[in-house]
């Protein structure tokens, strides 16, 4: 019928024909997720009040955090929030990173901390130009400090970001359900290295979404305009 | 239409299409071309398992362990399993307020499936621990602790920063520990060692983290 196309030719189209059905994979077949947003502003740290549950995490890990970050060099960051995964036991706990490749050979530098939050709760990582530190903060208390310089590796970042995250989508993220979802509120950054000043995170800051959707995106694209407030509930639903 | 426009239409689609395909796939198969997709996940530990639930071997082996480095009181561990923390662990003549197995309790009543060196998904686990006074951080500038500092403790207290404290700390092989990434970084690690600091005094786990083995 299709005098034109060879044996051969049929051969090379059903293995392109392949490659293309294995791309065209849904998503779910990549590990880690992201929901949230990235905010570009220039910024000495950021705060949120999170809630929490313990979600259904199996062997991986759920995330809820907020973090503060260079895009450039090397991805740099420092990040608080809680994580629930088996390492740190049944019940989600206060967990802090910091990414600076030049501090240790992996980068990451992470923990598990004592605490276990209950109901919302505030969170915020903060540069103190007077002392060069930064600060992991909870409930209003620094928890850890950590030097500029060789810590963190930098003292301002470009970009804020409160998020969601999973080790692997069969982890649960946010809340259950769209009305029962986790709420992110308060959201704040600090526009100058000097302590005391904060100001509220708003839609007008030019924020961006990030995360890939496999269908709809029933987690992180609510971005209140003027509340900064944020939204997550369980991408997997 | 005719139906011989037809055909060349779809012959000329065909082509377009395996063309573009071709190109997906080779931009897909370029090497190094998403590498960030590609989960770093961990190898079996190779390294001897001594796995064993009989804590007074587990306690024998680490008591080996710790006494090759260095001697007697006020020497420093040293381990693997801190060597990126800001953990500085001292030998100490002192006895221990509980043992390695009252710690591995602890672990195991956090919830931590591995907790008391049994076998886990990975397979058999490895448990290396080391007994001293702890100190996580350092005396920073104008009187700031360098490190984890304002600790809550069950009873309510928070302790102004770890230093000198008694502490056990134990290094499960085998396990997960999992690293938070960001927004368009490469995928974070899945750390095959977990470590766990855990208050002799209180017999509870303050912190934990992980480290992916050598």
Not at chain 1, 131 to 159: D, L, P
Not at chain 1, 162 to 172: L, M, N, Q
Request: glycine share 10%; aromatic share 12%.
């Amino acid at each position: 019928m299709f005098p034109i196309v060879t044996r051969r030719f049929r051969h090379i189209a059903t293995a392109r024909l392949i490659v293309i059905t294995i791309l065209l994979q849904p998503l779910s077949l990549s590990a880690a997720d992201f929901r949230g947003r990235s905010v570009s502003v220039t910024n000495y740290g950021a705060a949120v009040t999170m809630g929490v549950r313990n979600p259904v995490v199996g062997s991986h890990a759920s995330f809820q955090m907020l973090g503060s970050l260079n895009y450039a060099p090397e991805h740099r960051h420092i990040q608080t929030g809680w994580s629930r995964q088996p390492a740190c036991g049944t019940n989600s706990s206060v967990f802090v990173e910091v990414y600076n490749p030049p501090d240790n050979p992996g980068g990451y530098n992470n923990r598990c901390n004592l605490a276990t939050p209950a109901g919302d709760a505030d969170y915020y990582h903060e540069y103190d130009g007077s002392t060069g530190y930064w600060c992991h903060g909870y409930q209003g208390t620094c928890i850890e400090s950590r030097t500029a310089a060789s810590g963190v590796g930098f003292a301002s970042a470009t970009n804020f970001a409160v998020f969601g995250e999973t080790s692997d989508r069969a982890a649960e993220m946010g809340g259950p359900s769209q009305a029962q979802a986790i709420w992110l509120t308060n959201v704040n950054y600090k526009p100058t290295s000097t302590s005391g000043s904060w100001n509220a995170a708003t839609q007008s800051l030019g924020s961006l979404s990030y995360g890939s959707c496999p269908g709809t995106c029933p987690y992180g694209y609510q971005w209140g305009y003027a509340a900064n407030t944020l939204y997550t509930n369980n991408w997997t639903n | 239409m005719r139906s011989h426009d037809l055909y060349k239409m779809a012959v000329i689609f065909g082509i377009v299409f395996l063309l573009s395909g071709t190109a997906v796939a080779a931009a897909y198969l370029e090497p190094g071309a998403g590498a960030d997709s590609v989960s770093s996940k961990n190898v079996l530990n190779e390294e001897a398992t001594d796995r064993s639930s009989n804590f007074d071997d587990i306690l024998t082996m680490s008591s080996d362990n710790d006494s090759k480095p260095d001697e007697g009181a006020g020497e420093k561990i040293s381990s693997r399993g801190f060597e990126e923390q800001d953990l500085t662990l001292r030998r100490t003549d002192s006895e221990p307020p509980i043992s390695q197995n009252e710690a591995m309790e602890a672990v195991y009543d956090l919830g931590v499936p591995w907790g008391r060196g049994d076998d886990w998904e990975r397979g058999p686990v490895t448990v290396d621990a080391h007994y001293g006074l702890a100190t996580f951080g350092e005396q920073g500038n104008d009187e700031v602790w360098l490190g984890p500092r304002n600790v809550p403790l069950p009873s309510g207290e928070v302790l102004d920063h770890v230093e000198e404290r008694p502490m056990w700390i134990i290094d499960y092989g085998n396990t997960v520990f999992h690293a938070s990434g960001c927004p368009d970084c490469a995928e974070p690690p899945d750390y095959d060692h977990t470590v766990y600091a855990i208050d002799a005094e209180t017999a509870e786990v303050w912190f934990v983290w992980g480290y992916e083995s050598d």
